[in-house]
């Protein structure tokens, strides 16, 4: 089984500055990682995924996240941040290979301040 | 294109009464995945269907909750004799195939209020 856990349920901070969210992640196979965005009174919205490949991934609105196999972590930065990314932000980890369900985590609230 | 699509958007019902909540997918997308998201958490995995049969149900948390997918498009999560412990937000999502690259896009979601 996988599991996946974002300490910080909310992190504030001002626009213009960086920001990091922490994802760390459980699994005893390999895994796909994803990173979701979740605004007010909609559904998820993939902001991006590591499948393979460079370490280092890139998403929509200017994030993007680093997969370490070692300290089994992919945490999500924007160098600067928006009062439009106030949201809430979802890590999953899916095993790879086959049909397997997508585990999420609890979910940190990005408070941007401006 | 059109994106996942389901209804009602919100549904109150009273204890013990049933409720039916509706989940239209991506056109072409095989997989279909119901999530439960309650207040200030994550996204609790249900039910997951490829075509019309249900590859793992592991996640309903008891014989009250059924979901169907019987054209192996639109899916309907049926919730008998509701309880106010079922009140969350109920997400869908639907993937091209079920594999771990294809990632889920979701829908708005139904808001579910047991009073």
């Known amino acids: 089984a996988q599991s996946v856990t974002q300490l910080d349920s909310q992190v504030p901070v001002f626009e213009e500055a960086p920001v990091e969210l922490r994802c760390n992640y459980s699994?005893?196979?390999?895994?796909?990682l994803f990173w979701y965005v979740q605004y007010p009174n909609q559904g998820l919205q993939l902001l991006l995924k590591?499948?393979?490949?460079?370490?280092l991934v890139k998403g929509i609105n200017g994030f993007e996240a680093e997969f370490n196999k070692s300290q089994t972590s992919f945490h999500l930065r924007k160098p600067s941040v928006h009062i439009s990314d106030t949201a809430e932000y979802f890590c999953?980890?899916?095993?790879?290979?086959?049909?397997?369900?997508?585990?999420f985590g609890r979910g940190t609230s990005l408070i941007v301040h401006p | 294109g059109a994106g996942v699509s389901q209804t009602p958007s919100n549904k109150v019902t009273e204890k013990g009464k049933y409720v039916e909540l509706r989940c239209d997918p991506i056109?072409?997308?095989?997989?279909l995945y119901w999530y439960r998201q309650s207040l200030g958490q994550g996204p609790e995995f249900l039910i997951y269907?490829?075509?019309?049969?249900?590859?793992?149900d592991s996640g309903l948390p008891n014989d009250r909750f059924f979901a169907v997918r019987p054209e192996g498009s639109v899916s309907t999560l049926k919730i008998q004799r509701t309880e106010r412990g079922d009140s969350a937000v109920y997400l869908c999502?639907?993937?091209?195939?079920?594999?771990?690259?294809?990632?889920?896009?979701f829908g708005n979601g139904t808001r579910l209020t047991v009073t």
């Open positions: 056109s072409g997308h095989t997989a």
């Open positions: 999953a980890v899916r095993r790879s290979g086959g049909s397997y369900i997508p585990t």
């Open positions: 999502a639907s993937s091209l195939s079920g594999t771990g690259n294809s990632p889920l896009h």
């Open positions: 699994s005893s196979v390999s895994v796909y």
């Open positions: 269907f490829q075509g019309t049969g249900a590859a793992d």
């Open positions: 590591y499948l393979s490949g460079s370490t």
